[in-house]
């Protein structure tokens, strides 16, 4: 039967309509299977990149996960600060190639502000060893200076010589703003797909400068500093909320983190940040699984569809497969018949639905950037993507396994009676 392949085809096609439901259907749920587990890995590599050559993270006692978010990703808030002098005798360690401040707890308009000094602009990487970069301006230069993210920029519509107001806290309706403080853009970084995108960079001194006249969070009722005498006053930080550290040799990571960990004036903890996401995959795994279970569901759901329209369209096809088996087609051919139509439709919808799944991220994929931060990848297919669509196809084979199993044993004086 050289034919049979041209005939199934025509059979498909003379049954498009019923079939392109079924279609359509699987392709959705390839869609939303795939597009798990690409948001999965993506999110996975996103936050892996967030840093690169940091040898560990310090902050005051607390969870090591804890301290990775609201130090790296700037999610949630510090328990306690770290004081100055603290930072200062972790810097100064013989061992310490270099340390970066960090001070959080302000904003502006739902962006963290991140108070450093101006070597984090040289020190800090992200990605692959990558540095940070500059699409317009240059560093912070005076007190009131700030340096956006590109996405603080771009949704903000601020150029160069703008100015920005600070608010005190993190989030809330009615934030307290350092109106009488305001900040004048004069960089804008380059995009990096990590929270740097979304965070107004400024100095140690103008975190302090701010808050000369307040006390406890809120502003000193009578008194009030204009920004032109801030300068007056001493404005070296009493405390950080972090600091990342860089070393002279990797060889003594533990050795560094065991001196801070046993710290004696006040108590700090040092992580590293692989150990830190490593748990906090941990944590998220069920919630991983739980998706993909979810969507191995609507798999499953969808295929019982396919087999249902191919169990349903046998009893229209007994003449038809028996015309076939009577001009010489053998059982195995009609199993074959079935099971080829079957993995055809599936590898069209699948195919289908990772096209669908690429235009989604093709246009999806700045704006999720942008408000979450989760740089999506743009690869066609990845080889996991490739093990997930395998794994559909075997499933409908298997599926299909029932419909054709009937068909084959469907014999031809079945297929030629007609029914009464």
């Not at 587990?37 to 936050?47: I, K, V």
């Not at 669509?389 to 079945?414: E, G, H, M, N």
């Amino acid at each position: 039967m050289p034919y049979l392949p041209i005939l199934a085809v025509k059979s498909a096609w003379n049954r498009r309509y019923t079939l392109s439901l079924i279609v359509l259907s699987v392709a959705l749920s390839a869609l939303l299977l795939v597009g798990v587990e690409r948001a999965r890995m993506s999110a996975r590599e996103s936050f892996a990149h967030t840093i690169s050559q940091t040898d560990l993270i310090v902050g005051a006692r607390t969870s090591p996960l804890q301290l990775l978010l609201y130090a790296v990703f700037h999610l949630g808030e510090a328990t306690n600060n770290i004081d100055w002098k603290s930072f200062q005798d972790i810097a100064h360690n013989p061992d310490v190639a270099w340390a970066l401040p960090i001070s959080l707890g302000d904003s502006h308009r739902g962006f963290p502000v991140l108070g450093t000094s101006k070597s984090y602009f040289d020190l800090f990487r992200y990605g692959d060893k990558q540095s940070l970069q500059f699409r317009e301006g240059h560093p912070f230069e005076g007190i009131f200076d700030a340096v956006i993210g590109t996405n603080v920029a771009d949704k903000l519509h601020y150029h160069l010589g703008d100015k920005i107001i600070l608010s005190h806290g993190l989030s809330g309706l009615h934030l307290l703003s350092h109106a009488d403080k305001p900040f004048t853009v004069v960089g804008i970084l380059a995009e990096t797909g990590t929270p740097v995108d979304r965070t107004v960079h400024v100095s140690l001194e103008a975190i302090e400068a701010i808050h000369l006249d307040w006390q406890a969070g809120a502003p000193i009722p009578g008194v009030s500093i204009p920004a032109q005498f801030v300068t007056k006053f001493n404005l070296t930080p009493k405390t950080i909320t972090a600091a990342l550290i860089g070393l002279k040799s990797r060889v003594t990571v533990f050795r560094v983190q065991r001196y801070i960990n046993d710290y004696k004036p006040e108590p700090l903890l040092a992580v590293l940040p692989g150990v830190a996401l490593d748990q906090l995959w941990e944590v998220m795994s069920i919630a991983e699984q739980s998706l993909l279970f979810t969507s191995a569901m609507v798999v499953v759901a969808s295929l019982a569809g396919l087999v249902a329209v191919l169990l349903a369209g046998l009893a229209e096809r007994r003449r038809e497969l028996a015309i076939l088996r009577s001009v010489g087609a053998r059982p195995w051919q009609i199993l074959g018949l079935v099971l080829g139509e079957s993995v055809l439709i599936t590898v069209i919808a699948c195919a289908l639905g990772l096209i669908v799944l690429d235009v989604m991220t093709w246009i999806t994929g700045p704006w999720i950037q942008s408000h979450y931060g989760l740089t999506l990848s743009n690869d066609f297919i990845s080889g996991d993507e490739l093990i997930l669509l395998a794994f559909i196809i075997a499933a409908a084979v298997c599926a299909s396994l029932i419909p054709a199993v009937k068909a084959y044993r469907q014999t031809l004086s079945d297929g030629l009676t007609p029914r009464i």
